[in-house]
């Protein structure tokens, strides 16, 4: 079975993407997901914030020396002693690049459009095939216009991708007003591909202890349906490779996803919830699916159940929604 596909125009030897995650900070882990049959993976994201804290106190080690002897200098702490050491991350770049066969993508995160820029280009140099902006941005000013947050990626990607000559994805959230046209936006900004849908973790509250507290729960499958439907709107109607993500848990997930017209699909909660043997799983099961079909690869189904492609494209619209509540039997 060949399941290779392109995405950013690289070439994958599979459709399935293992994003982000704490498994993929160590290279033995990249290494298994690449023997399990991964078509690229995905390094955990450097956010702004930490380049910017790493970047003050060096600017405050050099301004309070400024005024000392030479020999003051060689009291200034080493990088490694720093909140974050950015040198690690790209040495995580270059050895991933250097150790893999499959590609290796870097991600950033983050909301400004001059936070990445420099190091984007050391994350080219240390040998990513392509870089993923992940832009996480909560408009809490309730003077920002919707137009305003819109004009914020268009200029992150703008930047990003003008500064290197590696492919450029945006992981984009739902939650824009007409998310085709962004979609198109973002791509005359720059973008090469989007990865659909960026999942924002919402804060959780303590009604015992009175406070605002993170909680991240892992993806289901029952999110996966406004990915699928922006996917299989998209689909043939943009340049830009189309990543799914959020929802995958098994290969029919996956084959769901190529139907719509992704490119690739994209999983981190289930190699979370199962290891990173699922990915085997989830590369063998589309395998095994599209064979029982006799099927030769995921190009023969990408697509086929497109907002294009369906013969009742009002499926994807408002009618079925009307259908939908009309049909509902809650007993």
């Known amino acids: 079975m060949d399941l290779t596909t392109s995405y950013l125009g690289l070439a994958l030897k599979s459709p399935v993407v293992a ?7 160590h290279l033995d882990n990249l290494l298994r997901l690449q023997d399990c049959g991964a078509g690229a993976v995905i390094l955990p ?4 914030e930490q380049i910017e804290r790493e970047q003050e106190m060096l600017d405050a080690l050099i301004d309070h020396g400024a005024d000392s002897f030479s020999e003051a200098l060689s009291y200034f702490p080493a990088q490694t002693a720093y909140a974050y050491d950015t ?6 770049v270059e050895n991933a690049a250097a150790s893999l ?6 991600s950033l995160n983050g909301t400004t459009a001059t936070g990445w820029v420099d190091y984007a280009r050391d994350i080219e140099h240390a040998g990513a095939a392509a870089i993923e902006l992940n832009i996480f941005f909560i408009p809490s000013d309730m003077t920002e216009s919707g137009r305003d947050v819109e004009a914020r990626y268009i200029d992150v990607v703008r930047a990003v991708s003008s500064t290197v000559k590696i492919p450029v994805s945006v992981k984009i959230g739902p939650y824009f007003s007409s998310p085709g046209h962004m979609a198109g936006e973002l791509v005359e900004a720059g973008a090469k591909g989007l990865v659909m849908f960026n999942r924002f973790y919402e804060p959780d509250i303590d009604p015992a202890t009175l406070s605002v507290r993170p909680d991240i729960q892992l993806s289901n499958p029952y999110e996966m349906r406004l990915p699928l439907l922006w996917i299989g709107v998209l689909a043939g109607r943009t340049p830009a490779s189309l990543a799914a993500t959020t929802g995958v848990e ?3 997930d996956v084959v769901k996803y190529l139907l ?9 909660s289930s190699l979370l919830r199962n290891g990173i043997d699922h990915m085997r799983v989830l590369v063998d099961g589309l395998g095994d699916w599209l064979s029982a079909r006799g099927l030769d690869s995921p190009a023969d189904i990408r697509g086929k159940m497109s907002h294009a492609n369906v ?3 009002e499926a994807y619209e408002r009618a079925n929604y009307i259908k939908v509540l009309q049909t509902f039997d809650g007993a």
């Not at 994201?45 to 702004?48: K, P, W």
């Not at 719509?260 to 981190?268: H, K």
């Open 87 to 92: 040198d690690q991350h790209l040495a995580l």
């Open 250 to 252: 098994s290969s029919e």
């Open 311 to 313: 013969d009742n494209p």
């Open 19 to 25: 994003s982000a995650s704490p498994l993929n900070r």
């Open 45 to 48: 994201s450097i956010f702004e």
């Open 101 to 106: 066969a499959i590609p290796v993508i870097a």
């Open 260 to 268: 719509a017209g992704a490119d690739v699909v994209m999983t981190t």
